[in-house]
């Protein structure tokens, strides 16, 4: 961990949401790092150790759950907090995210207002 804010991935391969939850987070007093697909959001992942990973479920290369997977079975990552994203919120894919180890699933549309709270709840940094 930095002197800064932790470090949070966020992973989405569509850039405006990347952009809003990036922007949200820094603004919250969090250090960012952006990925655009599940391979890029590994190697951020491996390289720079986030407390934090937002992950869409759906994008390219690897799915959010695959991430997940990869996190959980790497014993340096597998105590980074989870969140994903999905616009598919039956309670089915609900419950594979929440088995697949995430620590909480957020359906889009979502307000980032939201997603800060549940970032700061995840980490223990509520005021």
Do not use: H, N, W
Request: proline content about 2%.
């Amino acid at each position: 961990m930095s002197d800064g804010g932790l470090l949070v991935l966020c992973a989405d391969d569509d850039e405006d949401i990347l952009t809003l939850v990036s922007l949200r987070l820094r603004r919250a007093g969090y250090d960012v790092a952006t990925a655009r697909d599940g391979d890029a959001a590994i190697e951020i992942a491996r390289t720079r150790s986030p407390a934090l990973a937002v992950l869409d479920v759906m994008m390219p290369r690897r799915t959010g759950y695959q991430v997940l997977e990869e996190l959980r079975g790497d014993e340096r990552l597998r105590d980074i907090k989870v969140i994903l994203l999905s616009a598919r919120v039956q309670e089915s894919d609900i419950a594979r995210g929440l088995e697949a180890g995430a620590d909480a699933y957020m359906a889009k549309p979502f307000k980032a207002k939201e997603l800060v709270a549940k970032v700061e709840e995840l980490l223990g940094a509520r005021a």
